[in-house]
């Protein structure tokens, strides 16, 4: 589509740690759509296999349907249909849990914005429990138009940084998958220098353990 008329839409990347209430912004953006009477959809990348409700849910209690994002999901393709099926081109297009798109997703959502001037507004995670950057996430960074940080405190005061993985004992667990499925480990959104801390007690524990069963 080259049409030099076509509406100029963007591609937003929304981020935050865990309990940032990044969800709940969404919910309240498609909320105030609907006010407006404003086209929206909502989506959401499906990585538990398990859930049945298609809907995205804050913890506050609000929640709005949406349409499954798999992993081998084309995204232009995806939208296009929508689009077709709605018989208009959808305004905004929200997504939940962005972290967990692939970069070649991110791209599709790209020109789905450059060739329909969709507005998508993605929201997620920036790194996961090690600190590291996830794909989807990455990608979002390297070409999004717009990027805003969903800002929220530490139990210090700071600004929290760490998506912090807890085991069932209270540790900082720093080993293991990516994204953990049924496990029983928590999250706890902290900033740098409490998950540094946290490490640290963990650390001196385990070398204690170790000397008092060697005696």
């Not at 496990?183 to 706890?188: H, L, P, S, V």
């Amino acid at each position: 589509m080259n049409d030099d008329n076509i509406r100029r839409g963007k591609l937003y990347f929304r981020y935050g740690t865990m309990g940032s209430a990044k969800t709940a912004l969404l919910l309240t953006t498609a909320y105030n759509f609907e006010e407006r009477g404003m086209d929206y959809l909502c989506m959401k990348p499906i990585v538990d296999n398990r859930e049945k409700e298609n809907v995205i849910r804050s913890r506050i209690g609000i929640e709005r349907e949406c349409r499954w994002i798999y992993p081998e999901s084309d995204m232009y393709r995806m939208l296009t249909g929508v689009f077709e099926e709605r018989g208009r081109v959808t305004e905004w297009v929200l997504i939940d849990e962005a972290q967990f798109l692939s970069a070649e997703q991110v791209d599709q959502l790209a020109r789905v914005v450059d060739d329909y001037g969709v507005n998508v507004m993605c929201y997620g995670l920036r790194t996961d429990f090690q600190s590291h950057l996830f794909d989807g996430s990455r990608r979002l960074f390297e070409i999004a138009d717009t990027i805003d940080e969903v800002k929220s405190t530490c139990s210090c005061g700071r600004k929290t940084i760490v998506n912090a993985r807890i085991d069932r004992s209270g540790n900082v667990v720093t080993e293991g998958d990516q994204v953990e499925i049924g496990g029983n480990d928590k999250y706890m959104a902290m900033c740098r220098r409490c998950w540094r801390l946290r490490r640290c007690e963990r650390d001196m524990r385990s070398s204690i353990d170790f000397g008092e069963s060697m005696k």
